[in-house]
């Protein structure tokens, strides 16, 4: 089971773009990373997934190096509507009950 | 909107009394979790289901807890006698295991309080 570290917070300005990196030294072969966004009492939100490289979707990007030991979670131009907390995960296929959230990078955008 | 829905959306509630959450899938999706969120901390994994089989239960808090997916669609949570302790908000979400990659889809939540 990969065990993530992130910030546990970033401010940003509106207009910005915003990279939240996520550390995993552990990352198994066939693990895969998971970001997810949630807002004050709402369930968490699926944003972006990935095994290596880049991968881009209409909300973020996720850079995934060669060693992939790291992840960084882009967002392109915030809003003040992107103030989260973000989540990164890893695991694999069959996540099971070793889905595992730690506490977060709660990102503050300001106008 | 994910397509999951939890009942109720708040739940008020004495210690001692009785309380049960419904969570309703993605409807072709096989795997339902249940989680519990306290302030400031991440979803805690408490049990989850594939089809009607409850995979993984000793991560329940308490006896108290319990859980059920009796026809492998819905499923339901519930706390007997509760404690302020278990104010929180409790998470459902569903996956389809099987596909490419497994992707966990949230419901909205229940907030508890325990009064």
Request: charged content about 20%.
């Amino acid at each position: 089971l990969a065990k993530t570290t992130q910030p546990i917070s970033m401010d940003s300005y509106e207009g910005q773009e915003v990279n939240i990196t996520c550390s995993h030294n552990n990352i198994a072969t066939n693990d895969y990373i998971t970001w997810y966004q949630q807002f004050p009492s709402q369930g968490p939100r699926f944003i972006i997934q990935g095994y290596k490289t880049k991968v881009t979707n209409e909300v973020a990007s996720l850079f995934i190096p060669a060693d992939r030991k790291s992840s960084t979670l882009s967002l392109p131009r915030v809003s003040l509507s992107d103030t989260a907390v973000y989540y990164c995960l890893v695991g694999g296929d069959n996540y099971g009950q070793n889905f595992v959230f730690g506490p977060g990078t709660r990102l503050s955008v300001l106008p | 909107d994910t397509g999951v829905s939890q009942d109720p959306r708040h739940k008020i509630t004495k210690r001692g009394q009785n309380v049960t959450f419904r969570c309703d899938p993605i409807s072709e999706h096989n795997r339902l979790y249940w989680y519990r969120q306290t302030l400031g901390q991440g979803p805690e994994f408490l049990t989850y289901f594939q089809n009607e089989a409850q995979l993984e239960k000793s991560r329940l808090l308490s006896d108290r807890f319990s859980a059920e997916r009796p026809k492998g669609s819905f499923s339901t949570l519930e706390i007997q006698r509760t404690e302020q302790g278990d104010s929180a908000m409790y998470l459902c979400a569903s996956s389809l295991v099987g596909s490419f990659r497994e992707t966990q889809y949230f419901g909205p939540g229940t907030r508890l309080l325990v009064l």
